[in-house]
Nanobody
Framework: QVQLVESGGGLVQAGGSLRLTCASSGWSTMGWFRQAPGKEREFVAAISWGGYNTDYRDSVKGRFTISRENAKNTVYLQMNSLQPEDTAVYYC?????????????????WGQGTQVTVSS
């Protein structure tokens, strides 16, 4: 059983930065998703087990960086140049398959989420 616990969310002004952390008790392909009020959950970023392969949604490329430290069972999402449209609950997800995916239905385990609010 893979358990995921997110942390690091908060309130930040536009242009600011936050780093989200996901503590995972297992190993797998990891992803970050987000869900804004009234909207569907959307893919943000994913990283392979070894960290060599990553994928990002277009709107965060160049601003967000996903990384992992397997020795610490931890995955990070560094978010820079945050904008109000980045406001959402951010979820960490784990996929037992080694293949990266942008589809939420492909992920097997989910954290409870952490709120990120970006003020203008």
């Amino acid at each position: 059983q893979v358990q995921l616990v997110e942390s690091g969310g908060g309130l930040v002004q536009a242009g600011g930065s936050l780093r989200l952390t996901c503590a995972s008790s297992g190993w797998s392909t990891m992803g970050w998703f987000r869900q804004a009020p009234g909207k569907e959950r959307e893919f943000v970023a994913a990283i392979s087990w070894g960290g060599y392969n990553t994928d990002y949604r277009d709107s965060v490329k160049g601003r967000f960086t996903i990384s992992r430290e397997n020795a610490k069972n931890t995955v990070y999402l560094q978010m820079n140049s945050l904008q109000p449209e980045d406001t959402a609950v951010y979820y960490c997800a784990a996929r037992l398959s080694t293949i990266l995916s942008t589809k939420s239905s492909d992920y097997d385990y989910w954290g409870q989420g952490t709120q990120v609010t970006v003020s203008s």
